[in-house]
């Protein structure tokens, strides 16, 4: 037999066991995540960081000048100062109408008529009624001489002479009342004789005969309240409408040159006739009048024109401190956000947002009161999503 069997050479093995490799699936579908995470980051730090191309004004200090109110101009209509649409004093149908657009009528002249057979015969019932009361106005007076007379002789009571002196009292009342209801027949029949209140131009004819006609204060359904529109072209002048800024530069009977939008290279010679008194809080603007004393057929109502306000010469001692600097901005720049006005400043190729207090547009252009110095890039027509610090690049022109 053999003895017993020697163990001490028998050992535990600790080693580890290798480990086995990582599927390939598995490894390529981490590749993918981290793949499509790293394009996420990257294609969103790539736009913050990209510069958006805009386009840049230039915010340009203009239109202060000095207190002479040299260069000072302001846009307005021809308008005439005597001018009326000439209707009807009371409600008829047309008969006649003598004129044209164009015609040149005197004061008084006769230039349309209305239907007037039923007033006519109403002057004529007036005139025979006064005749028939004037015939028993005579026949009054003469039984209250009788009367008289016979009370001379008291052949008749003082109650027959008090009868006779009402009845011709009375006669004479009536007489005068058929008097005032004849004058008002030939009134009435004479309205209906359209006449021109003043010498001038037909600039427009708005009636045309058998159509019905009103005074303006009566018109209505199918009436018409205006026969004609006429002016007196002697009395052209143009309104404009000044900014307020500049208003105090202009003043009755200052030199001005009018130039119209039909005739660009022409201007004609002018005054300041009027500076109205009041100012449009809407539009910022006063109302200037200017006189043409250039007269020329050519200028007509309602045509565009423009003022350039000469300088006006003070003097000695009397003169006003130099106009402020004035920033005027394009109306592109200009946006709204959260109910306030504001342009996009452009620095180095970055953008901030600013706040501006802005006056009545001028043109294309609009006054900016507060927030600028002049001399300011903006953004013109700022796109969507634009925030401060956003980096910009000029748009090729």
Known sequence: ????????????????????????????????????????????????????????????????????GAGISANGYVVAR???????????RLAWVGITEGSQVRLNQVIARLESADYEAAVLAAQANVAQLDAQHVQAERDLKRAQSLRAQDLVSDADLESAQTKLEVSVAQANSARAQAKLAEATLENTRVRAPFSGTVLRKDAEVGEIVAPSSAGGGLTRTAIVTMADLSTLEVEVDV???????????????????????????????????????????????????????????????????????????????????????????IVQADGHAVVWVMENGVVHQQSVDIGPPRGDRTEVRQGLLGGESLVLTPPAGLKNGSKVKLAAH
């Open 1 to 68: 037999m053999s003895g017993p069997a020697d163990l001490s050479a028998l050992r535990i093995d600790r080693t580890p066991p290798p480990r086995r490799g990582m599927p390939a699936w598995l490894k390529a579908a981490a590749v993918f995540v981290a793949v499509v995470v790293g394009g996420f980051f990257a294609l969103r730090f790539s736009r913050g960081s990209a510069a958006v191309t805009v386009s840049v004004g230039t915010a340009e200090a203009t239109g202060g000048g000095s207190s002479s």
């Open 82 to 92: 005597t001018k009326a649409s000439v209707s009807s004093k009371i409600l008829g």
């Open 243 to 333: 900014n307020e800024a500049y208003i105090a530069q202009v003043v009755n009977g200052q030199a001005a040159r009018i130039t119209l939008d039909a005739y660009p290279d022409t201007s004609f010679a002018g005054s300041v006739r009027q500076v109205v008194p009041t100012a449009d809080r809407q539009k910022a603007t006063v109302l200037v009048k200017v006189s043409i004393l250039d007269r020329d057929p050519r200028i007509l109502p309602e045509m565009g024109a423009k003022v350039v306000f000469e300088a006006n010469d003070r003097p000695a001692g009397q003169g006003t401190a130099p106009a402020p600097r004035r920033v005027f901005v394009p109306q592109a720049a």
